[in-house]
């Protein structure tokens, strides 16, 4: 109000704290809230294309249940491990000549592995897990029964939960390395250093080898990867069946609540989310300023 009761000019509303305005400092007017803006950029999901990608989850815990199906037929005595060697072997170069036999995926800087190369690692591998075998096989022999297999449901749990599912070529260090210490803490219960060598062996084709060409299938062949996923989880509950009905159950129920349940619940909450953008100050994490912001 001016000095003869005349209103005086109306001043703007600014949002800034530091300059002393005639309005609260919870105020705001009707502008403020025409930039209001809901679930922007906010990512629309196919059920179907959930369920493909929620299959890789579902594959993980089949290779799982496969590697314990193969080392209780080993310690009942269902299983020689000369056999499990052999058919690792062949698996081992059937799979190897699919994974040369796929286009490689361009990366610039990176020349590819020669067959060499890859042999001398193979050979470098096997030479030491059979010279280490009689050591793995009575590294836990102090630790009792129950102790050990503890330890190989935590870190085969472990491992299902920090697998890369959407890069797992080559596996994340946390979980290949939990996935190896399981199959060593299982195969030191095995009866001899053989078993324990074939274990081992097998551990390294179900956790390294096998997400590697899974990989090169999801780049090189989209159309053919679900079909091996599908697969390779119907395998692990046939296997699974004739050792344990009940845990057969268990695992089917596992395999349709991670692939089929899990997505629709994800694509119906979908429709009740609900974001807002709007012009005041949020907080946002930039990668490109490193660990303090500048």
Same mark, same amino acid.
């Given at each position: 109000?001016?000095?003869?009761?005349?209103?005086?000019p109306? %001043?703007?509303?600014?949002?800034?704290?530091w300059e002393?305005?005639? &309005?609260?400092?919870?105020?705001?007017?009707?502008?403020?809230?025409?930039?209001? =803006?809901?679930?922007?950029?906010i =990512?629309? !999901?196919? !059920?179907?294309?959930?369920?493909?990608?929620?299959?890789f989850?579902?594959?993980?815990?089949?290779?799982?249940?496969?590697?314990?199906?193969?080392?209780?037929?080993?310690?009942?005595?269902l299983?020689?491990?000369?056999?499990?060697?052999?058919?690792?072997?062949?698996? +081992?170069?059937?799979? !190897?000549?699919?994974?040369?036999?796929?286009?490689?995926? %361009?990366?610039?800087?990176?020349?590819?592995?020669? =067959?060499?190369?890859?042999?001398?690692?193979?050979?470098?591998?096997?030479?030491?897990?059979?010279? &280490?075998?009689?050591?793995?096989?009575?590294?836990?022999?102090?630790?009792?029964?129950?102790?050990?297999?503890?330890?190989?449901?935590?870190?085969?749990?472990?491992?299902?939960?920090?697998?890369?599912? +959407?890069?797992?070529?080559?596996?994340?260090?946390?979980?290949?390395?939990?996935?190896l210490f399981?199959?060593v803490?299982l195969?030191?219960?095995?009866?001899g250093?053989l078993?324990?060598?074939?274990?081992?062996?097998?551990?390294?084709?179900? &956790?390294?080898?096998?997400?590697?060409?899974?990989?090169?299938?999801?780049?090189? *062949?989209?159309g053919?990867?679900?079909?091996?996923?599908?697969?390779?989880?119907?395998?692990?509950?046939?296997?699974?069946?004739?050792?344990w009905?009940?845990g *057969?159950?268990?695992?089917?129920?596992?395999?349709?609540?991670?692939?089929?349940?899990?997505?629709?619940?994800?694509?119906?909450l979908?429709?009740?989310?609900?974001?807002?953008?709007?012009?005041?100050?949020?907080?946002?994490?930039?990668?490109?300023?490193?660990?303090?912001?500048?």
């Amino acid at each position: 109000m001016g000095p003869d009761g005349a209103p005086g000019p109306a %001043v703007p509303w600014r949002k800034v704290l530091w300059e002393c305005q005639p &309005f609260p400092d919870n105020y705001v007017d009707q502008r403020f809230l025409e930039e209001l =803006r809901r679930n922007e950029g906010i =990512r629309q !999901y196919r !059920y179907w294309a959930v369920v493909r990608e929620a299959g890789f989850v579902g594959e993980q815990l089949s290779c799982v249940a496969i590697f314990i199906t193969l080392w209780l037929y080993m310690e009942q005595s269902l299983l020689s491990p000369e056999t499990l060697l052999w058919t690792s072997l062949a698996c +081992a170069l059937l799979g !190897y000549g699919l994974h040369r036999s796929l286009s490689a995926p %361009v990366d610039s800087g990176c020349e590819p592995r020669t =067959r060499l190369a890859d042999l001398q690692s193979a050979a470098i591998f096997l030479s030491f897990t059979f010279g &280490f075998s009689p050591v793995l096989k009575t590294l836990t022999e102090s630790v009792s029964t129950d102790t050990v297999y503890a330890m190989s449901a935590v870190m085969l749990l472990a491992h299902l939960v920090s697998f890369p599912y +959407a890069q797992p070529s080559p596996p994340g260090s946390f979980s290949l390395n939990a996935a190896l210490f399981a199959s060593v803490c299982l195969a030191s219960r095995l009866p001899g250093a053989l078993h324990t060598f074939a274990m081992l062996t097998c551990a390294l084709l179900v &956790f390294a080898l096998w997400p590697c060409l899974l990989q090169r299938l999801r780049g090189s *062949a989209p159309g053919s990867s679900p079909g091996c996923v599908w697969e390779c989880a119907s395998q692990g509950w046939q296997v699974w069946g004739p050792q344990w009905p009940g845990g *057969a159950v268990l695992l089917a129920l596992a395999l349709g609540s991670v692939t089929l349940l899990c997505p629709l619940l994800l694509v119906r909450l979908q429709r009740h989310k609900d974001n807002i953008q709007g012009p005041w100050d949020e907080a946002e994490i930039h990668e490109d300023l490193g660990l303090f912001g500048q």
